[in-house]
């Protein structure tokens, strides 16, 4: 199947950037979509972008649009999240998904914890 491990979480400041990675392995061919989660304390988990493997386009949220930048490599199989002008509302634990060959995100990753302090 799928493994998605997450990394580059940490704490900065608000008005700060961090990049979070997602790399993935197994078969990855069957995957036609990856996203980005979070989840902080006492919330809902809310998706914050996805991107195609191939055709399709890219999402993000309202509330990132224009300070957050998915991206992936190929050949890697390697996602990632630039994330510019972090807030404190940012602050949250952060999940890399996949989709099957359906629009479903069944694969997940253990999470990375970002914190924005203010």
């Known amino acids: 199947q799928v493994q998605l491990k997450e990394s580059g979480g940490g704490l900065v400041q608000a008005g700060g950037s961090l990049r979070l990675s997602c790399a993935s392995s197994g078969r990855t061919f069957s995957s036609n979509r990856m996203g980005w989660f979070r989840q902080a304390p006492g919330k809902e988990r809310e998706s914050v972008s996805s991107i195609p493997w191939s055709t399709g386009n890219i999402y993000y949220a309202d509330s990132v649009k224009g300070r957050f930048t998915i991206s992936r490599d190929d050949a890697k199989r390697t996602v990632y999240l630039q994330m510019n002008s972090l807030k404190p509302e940012d602050t949250a634990v952060y999940y890399c998904?996949?989709?099957?060959?359906?629009?479903?995100?069944?694969?997940w990753g253990q999470g990375t914890q970002v914190t924005v302090s203010s």
């Open positions: 998904a996949a989709t099957g060959t359906s629009n479903t995100y069944i694969y």
